[in-house]
């Protein structure tokens, strides 16, 4: 019966902490839950956006024209953030990281882009919230998929 006893909490110890872990990486190293639905942080991520995204992006996260096409220097213009765009296809953890630390980080050195990195500019919850912002304004079909 000891025994018995000694497994069970062990087995527990075990498994609470696994889940501990999983959920402290989960949300400190990979913050991958944009709080969307929260009227708060869209509009504090509205505000963010519309200061430091939209001169690029669009007021109404509509991109530049001809945003799939490279112009005459290699660059592609900014891709709209709205359900026409390509946004919504990426999952959350991605966009943070993108957003934080810049496409060349991801893509590589060589990649042509004008999109900056945010890391020195915005706190990780300022680039949630903009994310957030970005993710609300999605029909409710498409925010509520995870991106593959």
């Not at 990979?30 to 963010?48: C, H, Q, R, S």
């Not at 660059?75 to 765009?85: F, N, R």
């Not at 020195?120 to 995870?146: C, F, G, H, N």
Request: with cysteine; net charge neutral.
């Amino acid at each position: 019966m000891r025994n018995l006893k000694n497994i069970l909490v062990g087995t527990a110890l075990i498994a609470l902490t696994g889940i501990a872990i999983y959920f402290n990486f989960y949300s400190a190293s990979n913050p991958t839950m944009f709080p969307y639905l929260d009227p708060k942080a869209v509009a504090e991520g509205k505000k963010i956006y519309l200061a430091e995204c939209a001169s690029c992006h669009g007021v109404n996260l509509e991109g530049q024209a001809n945003w799939k096409i490279r112009d005459a220097e290699g660059y592609l213009p900014a891709p709209p953030h709205d359900q026409t765009g390509h946004t919504w296809h990426h999952d959350e953890a991605l966009l943070f990281k993108l957003t934080k630390h810049g496409i060349q980080a991801i893509a590589g050195a060589d990649y042509k882009s004008r999109m900056p990195a945010f890391k020195d500019k915005l706190s990780d919850e300022q680039i949630l919230r903009v994310l957030a912002y970005i993710k609300s304004t999605w029909p409710a079909e498409v925010a509520r998929e995870p991106a593959n």
